[in-house]
Structures are given as C-alpha cells and as structure tokens.
C-alpha cells in the first residue's frame, strides 16, 4: 500500500516540478508513494478569500488565519494521519527523524508563509514541529520538498539499493561517508585512490570510513564532540 502524503500551502504550483521528476516520480510511477496538494486558500471564506491578517499586538508582517489553516488539515485528516508543520522554531531534521516518518502511513505536511500560522493550528492540529536548518525562508515550501525527499529515501522500494539510506552521510547522525570516484580513472592528472580499484572490500570500507572521519573532524566539528 503506498505511503500517503498531503501537502498543504497557498501555492501548490510550488511543487509541479520537485514532485514530477527523478526519485519521487518513480516512487508515486510505483506506487510506492502518493503525494497530493490542497490549496489552503480553498477553505477561505468571503469574496476575496482571505487567508492571513496582521498580528494580535503588533509586529511585521502578516499571519496566516487558524480558519482555512484547520478547514484544510482536517479535510484530509484521518485517526493515522501524523499532520507536520514546517517551522524555524521546530525540532532540527535529522537521518534518524526522517527514518521514523517514512514508518507513517499517512503524513499531512503544512507549509506555512509570510509570518507563519496562529499558534492555534498548531496547538489544536498540528502533531510535530521540524525544521531544516537554523535559519530562516520566506516559506515553508522548500523545507517541505527536503522534507519529503528526504523521507522518501527510507520507504522500502524508493532507491534501487535498499541499504543506500543506511550508508550515506548522517546514516549514524555523527557520521560521514567517504569520497566517491568514477570513470575515468585518471583525470588532469588526478588519480583514483588505489585502494578503491583493489577490489579488496574489506580495505575499501575501512578507508572510506576513515576517510569520512577526516572530513566530519573538519567540517563538522560540533558533530565530532558528539562522536567523541
């Protein structure tokens, strides 16, 4: 049975191509997925379908209206539904979160926009705040797509090898995989590390593996204290 997904924001138009191509268009192709849009502005009311007004004691911008925001999630809500919003406040995406999301049979996705949502969507609906970084977009539609690419990964049948989730970068949280190479061998001089055109498997993993230590030490010193 496919993995059933809706995604939920003001504009749908957003994700035509992210959800038509490579990976996640194969998956749905399969049905190993099912990915669909509800426009929010469909559940506003009155002539100009209002969506977002300004902020109850002031401050920038404006703020999207707990009406259609709730209208929207509970016209595809169901008891197994596990409805997310997009948020910088939320708790930081990781390998192991998004291995645990792909185990959901049905996952509402809330893209916010402008200032975000009344606090009460998220009070009343909303199951699980995530974000993708520290920092902050003018939407919650990017992190939706990594989201959910990043999610897709881990349902069986998504990638051609199913081990893939489990070795690359951030399979462990403090861990990175090594340098990959390809054709051709030798390349402005550059050569292929010997050690990966040995065929000797054993030797391969234990380079990579400390190949992949070197680089977190490095780049990632904050993960590299967590390691330790």
Known sequence: MAKQFHVL??????FSSPFSVSILRRAQEKNLLSIEQVNIRDFAIGKHKK??????????????????????????????????YLSPQGSLLNAKKCEELAKEDHLIFVAGHYEGIDQRVIDEEVDEEISIGNYVLPSGCAPTVVLIEAIARFIPGVL?????????????????????????????GLQVPEVLLSGHQKNIQQWRKEQGAVKLRKMRPDLWKIKE
């Not at 924001?9 to 957003?14: I, K, M, R, V, W």
């Not at 004691?57 to 008891?79: F, L, W, Y």
């Not at 489990?166 to 340098?179: H, Q, V």
């Open 9 to 14: 924001s003001l504009f749908p138009e957003y």
């Open 51 to 84: 969506v977002d007004d300004r902020p109850f004691g002031g401050g920038p911008g404006m703020v999207m209206m707990p009406g259609p925001c709730i209208d929207a999630i509970r016209s595809v809500k169901t008891p197994q539904s596990k409805t997310i």
């Open 160 to 188: 051609g090898n199913e081990d893939g989730p489990y070795e690359d970068s951030f399979a462990g949280e403090t861990a990175f995989e090594g340098p990959q190479y390809t054709r051709p061998q030798e390349y402005e």
